[in-house]
């Protein structure tokens, strides 16, 4: 964490500017940019069980379309308009 005191006769403005610099040359705004929307990588039992759900659902797909109780058109995405 970056800590940055005000001093004396300094106003606020001032002392914020600082603390802005210290966090841009810290790397501290980039990070956190880079990690916004990173997925910590799931371990193994994470990445199986999302594989077996994603193979569930297949099957489950293809028997709805094999009977006749669904169609191809009803997985495709649909388009949303604007």
Do not use: C, H
């Not at 940019?33 to 193979?55: E, S």
């Amino acid at each position: 964490m970056f800590e940055v005191k005000r001093k004396q006769g300094e106003s606020f403005d001032g002392m914020y500017r600082r603390f802005q610099r210290r966090i841009q040359k810290g790397g501290l705004v980039k990070e956190v940019r880079r990690r916004r929307y990173d997925d910590p990588t799931p371990n193994f039992t994470g990445r199986k069980f999302k594989k077996v759900r994603g193979i569930k659902i297949a099957l489950k797909r293809g028997w709805l379309i094999k009977t006749g109780k669904a169609t191809e058109e009803d997985f495709r995405p649909k388009r949303r308009r604007r």
